[in-house]
């Protein structure tokens, strides 16, 4: 099965685990998901994530992570799409509810939070909102 945007494939199967209060989610194998998991989880957003490799596939098991009772991550939402890419300077980086949440940014760098490519002085493709 193709699909034409496994990142919002990824978002979309953490949205919907987290709705029906699943502890993890499965989700296939690819270094940018692996690097966006790996933002999450700095940010506190989940617990952990693991690389599973299977017979022949990998996927990574992320461990989601809840706060009496509610998911930490009230929302998340995918920015560029793949018919629509958008970028933005370092300067012109959104912030998502006045800081309480993040965008994750992919930059030459790798990919990070807007407060970790600001800091850099470096701006780049927008993925994902948090909070």
Do not use: H, W
Not at 25 to 38: E, G, L
Not at 95 to 108: D, K, P
């Amino acid at each position: 099965m193709s699909l034409s945007d496994p990142i919002a494939d990824m978002l979309t199967r953490i949205r919907n685990a987290q709705l029906v209060k699943k502890k993890r989610v499965n989700i296939p194998f690819s270094r940018m998901k692996k690097s966006i998991a790996q933002v999450l989880k700095d940010e506190g957003y989940i617990d952990d994530f693991s690389i599973e490799k299977n017979e022949e596939k990998q996927t990574i098991e992320i461990s989601l992570k809840y706060y009496a009772g509610k998911s930490v991550i009230e929302n998340i939402k995918r920015i560029s799409k793949p018919g629509l890419r958008i970028y933005s300077t370092c300067k012109d980086l959104p912030v998502v509810m006045n800081g309480l949440g993040i965008t994750i940014v992919s930059t030459s760098s790798g990919v990070m939070t807007e407060k970790k490519a600001k800091i850099a002085g470096i701006g780049g493709e927008l993925i994902c909102c948090v909070s």
